[in-house]
């Protein structure tokens, strides 16, 4: 167990984005993965921040967040893409699921067209919503709630 | 964009689980960004499923959860450890964070003394609390809300 210690990740599929809408493509090999998640009204998409899988990305450790400016935040403390492994989470709203064709329609994401999956995992209000979370306090005008549709580009 | 894309990552620390409790050891390189996460109630911490980084694991694709036996699931239906990559992600309550020793005390998490830490993210209710959420029928004796200590083992 060494900080040289490295594991090995592959994409499950795409982000599209498109005027119809967004829709995460699920390479075949992993479609029978989806089954039953038609039955949950949100997922929690795994994303590679690929645009930051690079050296000077990675070894940023604090920000200035753009709703903080002041604040100088590790990143740990924020979401940003750029954090030692980019690895980004976001919490869609599922509008569709097509096993067959490896098709999930989500409301919306804030990641590019182009950008690869490397999870789903549905959402589990028992797992994943907590009654009493705080937040800073200079964040204390932000929505208690994750907006209706989610959160886009 | 193909199949055989590997992305590599690596781990910012090791749980440790302790007659004391349960802490997050984040090596020194990261320790800066813990900055700010000490204003946070909850984090999402993000884990690699080492005994579930094998061949076997990682191309089992459906599974009978315990909890629903009698129904199979596509495994991103499911939080189960097993996947094509084996991440997983626990949301925690944080206890204290002691960014100078890089140390992060949190109540409860589902996860192994030893087991490789590969990210952090402070909890958003604005990004990870959906208000209406709803899952699976066979499901519907689950609790609502994460219990207030967490998911432990």
Redesign the interface.
């Known amino acids: 167990?060494n900080?040289?210690?490295?594991?090995?990740?592959?994409?499950?599929g795409?982000i599209r984005r498109t005027d119809q809408g967004n829709q995460l493509e699920i390479?075949e090999?992993?479609q029978?993965?989806?089954?039953?998640?038609e039955?949950?009204?949100?997922?929690?998409v795994?994303w590679?921040a690929?645009k930051h899988?690079n050296e000077k990305s990675r070894t940023t450790?604090?920000t200035q967040p753009p709703y903080a400016a002041d604040?100088?935040?590790?990143?740990?403390?924020?979401?940003a893409e750029y954090?030692?492994?980019p690895?980004a989470?976001?919490?869609c709203k599922l509008l569709e699921v097509d096993?067959a064709n490896g098709i999930v329609k989500v409301a919306e994401i804030d990641a590019f067209d182009?950008t690869?999956l490397?999870?789903?995992?549905?959402?589990?209000?028992?797992?994943?919503?907590?009654?009493?979370?705080?937040?800073?306090?200079w964040?204390s005008d932000?929505?208690?709630?994750?907006?209706?549709e989610g959160?886009g580009l």
């Open positions: 167990m900080e040289s210690d490295t594991y090995r990740i592959h994409p499950i795409y390479m090999a992993y029978p993965a989806l089954k039953q998640l039955h949950f009204s949100h997922v929690m795994f590679w690929d899988d450790l604090q604040k100088l935040c590790g990143v740990f403390a924020t979401r954090r030692p492994n690895i989470m976001t919490t096993e182009g690869p490397i999870d789903l995992k549905a959402y589990f209000p028992v797992c994943d919503r907590v009654k009493d979370a705080h937040i800073p306090g964040l932000w929505s208690e709630w994750m907006p209706e959160l």
